[in-house]
């Protein structure tokens, strides 16, 4: 794990000069249906550095249980991320994530 950290920070050092914010995509596994169990999912890639928080919402309020995938870099050494929690989807209700990078802040809404 202390490696893992140390080569994260070496690689954030790195990539300080080439600052790029998230290309984010939200979206749910299946087609959205009321009532119907599904997955919530929130997709960062193209950032740079690693630094970031992704956070899904429900109606504006964090969801709780939401899992996340490891961080990793592509061939460009940018790095992706994905967070995803299983919902039961409510007629009305928002999906959204928050996405803290780089202290910007900014929320992207699934579309239905």
Known sequence: ?????????SLGLICVANVSSPQVNVYTYKPLVTGEDNVL???????S????KLELL????????????????????KFKLTSYVEISPKEGVQYACRVLHNGVNKTVKLES
């Open 1 to 9: 794990m202390m490696l893992r950290v140390l080569i994260l920070l």
């Open 41 to 47: 999912l929130c997709h960062a890639k193209e950032f």
């Open 49 to 52: 550095p690693p630094n970031i």
């Open 58 to 77: 429900q109606d504006g309020l964090l969801i709780p249980n939401t899992k996340q995938s490891d961080i990793s870099f592509e061939q460009n050494w």
